[in-house]
Structures are given as structure tokens and as C-alpha cells.
Antibody
Framework: QLQLQESGPGLVKPSETLSLTCTVS??????????WGWIRQPPGKGLEWIGS???????YYNPSLKSRVTISVDTSKNQLSLKLSSVTAADTAVYYC?????????WGQGTTVTVSS | QTVVTQEPSLTVSPGGTVTLTCASS?????????PNWFQQKPGQAPRALIY???NKHSWTPARFSGSLLGGKAALTLSGVQPEDEAEYYC?????????FGGGTKLTVL
């Protein structure tokens, strides 16, 4: 059974870079049948798609975050990563790693990231 | 800026039927937007219910169904159970980018 586990610092200072890793178990991140991505949810608010990465390496990012986001895959470690630069308090959220097929079908449990000095 | 709109809240009686809708600011929602629906309960990660308009995941209860209705994507719950009380989100695809609706809080009362 596929499982996704997010990890990374729970606290990031303003203007710094948020870095998260998602470890995929029970399946290969290299599968051409799926692609991968990140979704976040600020406290008490709705869901926001951050971006996706395809088997080919092509990436698509939310236009509102595009200038600050990098999503990559390490196939040797079966991991997905997210980097979000120049963070502010508005980036405080639960960050979810997800697998996509015709939409996000498998979700990680999420990791809370707080941006504060 | 594309906006996806859902009813902020709905209330349904146990055993009843309710339809949640999902509209796009760009016009009518079609199957080409690959409508997805998710259920989220407090403190939990979202759970996928429907993909590509009307397809259920293996874990989706039979009482949930997806469709297109009057230019919108729709999620219908038939025979609502108390455990269906949750926030429901729709998601639409816009050529490389995905946009979530603001969510519908469904109360079973």
C-alpha cells in the first residue's frame, strides 16, 4: 500500500527558505503512471495547490507561488522535495505531499510549518 | 485569476440527499476540467472521493456520486450518514494548473 510521509522543520524564520521532503513507500516515484505534487492548507482555511512534477521532470507551479517554488524528485531515494523561498507568515500551513493520476488520489498525513521569528 | 466557487455551507438530514456544486469563473465546467472531489474531517488529511467528474476510488462509499449539472461539477450524497458531516472540496484542472474551490461545510442535522 502506497504511503507518503512528509518531513522537515516545523518552524522557519521569515525571509528564509522552507524545505520539505516526502518519502514514498510501497511504490516507485519513478512510475510513469503517476505524477507528484504538494498542496497546502493555512490554519482554518481551504486547500491550495502548490505545484506538480511529472515523470519527465516537467514541473507546473501555482502562478501565485511560481517565483518562489521549486519541486524536485530524487528517484534514488524515492523522495519528493519542496523548496519555498522568501517565506512570510502567510506561508504558515499544513503541507501535504500527494500522488496524482487524474487528480490527487493518495495524500500524506501532512506536516505543519510555522513561519515566525 | 481563476476562481472556483462552492456553496459555503449546506445542511442535510440523516438519510436525505444533498448536492454540492462547483463552478468556474471561466465558464461552464466540462469533463475537460477533470473535476475531483475531496472530503476532509477536522484534524485529518483530505480524502479523495471522486475523480474525472464521476469516477469513484475503490474506497469511495456508493452513496457518493459525481456529475456535471447545469454547467457545474456536482457531488451528490444519497442516504446521508452522520459520519458524512465534513468539509468538501472540489478541484478543477486548468491546463497544467489545479485550482481548489473554497469548500462546502456539510452539516448533518
Amino acid at each position: 500500500q502506497l504511503q507518503l510521509q512528509e518531513s522537515g522543520p516545523g518552524l522557519v524564520k521569515p525571509s528564509e527558505t522552507l524545505s520539505l521532503t516526502c518519502t514514498v513507500s510501497g511504490g516507485s516515484i519513478s512510475s510513469s503512471s503517476y505524477y507528484w505534487g504538494w498542496i497546502r492548507q493555512p490554519p482554518g482555511k481551504g486547500l491550495e495547490w502548490i505545484g506538480s512534477i511529472f515523470y519527465s521532470g516537467n514541473t507546473y507551479y501555482n502562478p501565485s507561488l511560481k517565483s518562489r517554488v521549486t519541486i524536485s524528485v530524487d528517484t534514488s531515494k524515492n523522495q519528493l522535495s519542496l523548496k519555498l523561498s522568501s517565506v512570510t507568515a502567510a506561508d504558515t500551513a499544513v503541507y501535504y505531499c500527494v500522488r496524482f493520476k487524474d487528480g490527487p488520489d493518495v495524500w500524506g498525513q501532512g506536516t505543519t510549518v510555522t513561519v515566525s521569528s | 485569476q481563476t476562481v472556483v466557487t462552492q456553496e459555503p455551507s449546506l445542511t442535510v438530514s440523516p438519510g436525505g440527499t444533498v448536492t454540492l456544486t462547483c463552478a468556474s469563473s471561466t465558464g461552464a465546467v466540462t469533463s475537460g476540467y477533470y473535476p475531483n472531489w475531496f472530503q476532509q474531517k477536522p484534524g485529518q488529511a483530505p480524502r479523495a472521493l471522486i475523480y474525472s467528474t464521476d469516477n469513484k476510488h475503490s474506497w469511495t462509499p456508493a452513496r457518493f456520486s459525481g456529475s456535471l449539472l447545469g454547467g457545474k461539477a456536482a457531488l451528490t450524497l444519497s442516504g446521508v450518514q452522520p459520519e458524512d458531516e465534513a468539509e468538501y472540496y472540489c478541484l478543477l484542472y486548468f491546463g497544467g494548473a489545479w485550482v481548489f474551490g473554497g469548500g462546502t461545510k456539510l452539516t448533518v442535522l
